[in-house]
DNA sequence: ATTTCTATCAAGCACATGCTTGACAACGGC
DNA sequence: GCCGTTGTCAAGCATGTGCTTGATAGAAAT
């Protein structure tokens, strides 16, 4: 007597023909990275401002409340995403080929950026809002610090063989000269350059001011 | 003492001891005035995602009817904050010595921007916040695209004259080398340099770079 | 088959937040 | 003194939002 009474009361849609909604139950890490998916390019269209738990929930397919089981609070999704975009920027990281001169370093730098804007617009406008978000968020600020060190260190080595190759000049200060690339692929991103090929132009003013102005790689100097 | 009922039951607190607040009635000018710049701190701050209409009223000490009474909308208030900021700039835009060389000034460049950095860090977050949020919001993009169109105009002006008068090197580009120093002077403001003096170290690199590698002002580039 | 584990969902709680409403009071013009 | 204008306030409305609760169901272990 009591069977078909609290079926029909509990469990909804059992009796009705409301669209008969199938669970699909998926490992934990699989839901979580079409989770952070989902929160990557709503922060990317978005920013921070427009990171709302339930609409990523809703771009994920799911309920808020599995969003929830499997990132407890915004903040550790926010994370997700920053240790997601930190993955990516290393596993494409483009390898030198074998004997690459210093300039064709820098233009290989030069290509990665421009290749980035072109054809990955979301995770430079994540990593974007990842740099804004640094001042006032401790683990965002490690990993963003993280980035810019090992990139700047890459850069200096570059700079430093080119140095002592003859190609660069002599009286480099590859420290410095490291940040100013550094900003200046910066400024591609945050859109200080107008246009992609307001960027390129400037980078090869750039790599035309570190030449030491002779073709070979004699270290010379006299005149 | 004669109409106590009636101001007993009209005037909330007449009767009790609460803290008798005095009605301050300001001219509609002054008091927009107060809550920008209490937007302003608070956006300096805690960036656009900790900007409350609550918080901003409280800290500007008033009501937060009367915050919609000046600014109906949220949207009002940030653009309130974005002239405020710009007409600062502009206020504070140094003028150029008498007979200055090009190298002094871009020097003037560099000592403007670390003065800001060092003096009015406020002004610098919030110009950061709005970059941030100028891909988003058409009125602060045209805000931030005015400032530094002009100011990449400027610094366009200088190094043509310094080119002209062989204190540069004669194949600068000068569009491409102000977005250049553009990109640097913003990498101060996007902490992409991790210090005052790395940025420092960095723009007098830029201008070692930028020099013809002779003292004189001859255009004479024999050998 | 039974049990255990956990991914999933519908509903909801508690509070935050942009903005409104209606009344009041300071001020200037008459 | 009277009145229109408007700057100010207490309270509230409607909705948004992070996160919780308790139940359900798929899957694996026993």
Redesign the interface.
């Known amino acids: 007597m009591s069977s078909t009474k609290t079926a029909a009361t509990r469990r909804p849609g059992a009796a009705g023909l409301k669209k008969a909604k199938v669970r699909t139950r998926l490992d934990a890490e699989v839901r979580s990275k079409m989770i952070v998916d989902a929160a990557f390019k709503t922060i990317a269209k978005?920013?921070?401002?427009g990171l709302r738990t339930r609409e990523i929930a809703k771009l994920a397919g799911i309920n808020s409340a599995t969003l929830h089981h499997h990132f407890p609070t915004k903040e550790d999704l926010i994370e997700g995403v920053a240790s997601q975009l930190e993955g990516r920027f290393r596993a494409e990281k483009t390898n030198p080929a074998e004997r690459e001169s210093a300039v064709d370093a820098l233009n290989r730098q030069l290509k990665d950026a421009i290749f980035y804007y072109m054809e990955q617009p979301e995770m430079l406008?994540v990593y974007?809002?990842l740099?804004?978000?640094?001042?006032?968020d401790p683990v965002i600020r490690k990993l963003v610090h993280r980035l810019?060190t090992d990139w700047q260190a890459d850069i200096v080595r570059t700079l430093n063989k080119g140095r002592h190759d003859g190609s660069f000049r002599a009286?480099l200060?590859s420290?410095?000269?490291a940040?100013?690339i550094?900003?200046?692929v910066?400024?591609l991103v945050?859109?200080?350059?107008p246009s992609r090929d307001?960027?390129t132009?400037?980078f090869?003013?750039?790599i035309?001011?570190?030449g030491s102005g002779q073709k070979n790689k004699r270290p010379a100097k006299t005149?």
């Open positions: 978005d920013g921070f401002e406008a974007r809002e740099v804004g978000r640094a001042p006032r810019h009286d200060d420290e410095a000269a940040r100013i550094l900003s200046t910066w400024g945050a859109h200080i350059f307001d960027f132009a400037g090869h003013e750039l035309k001011w570190l005149c």
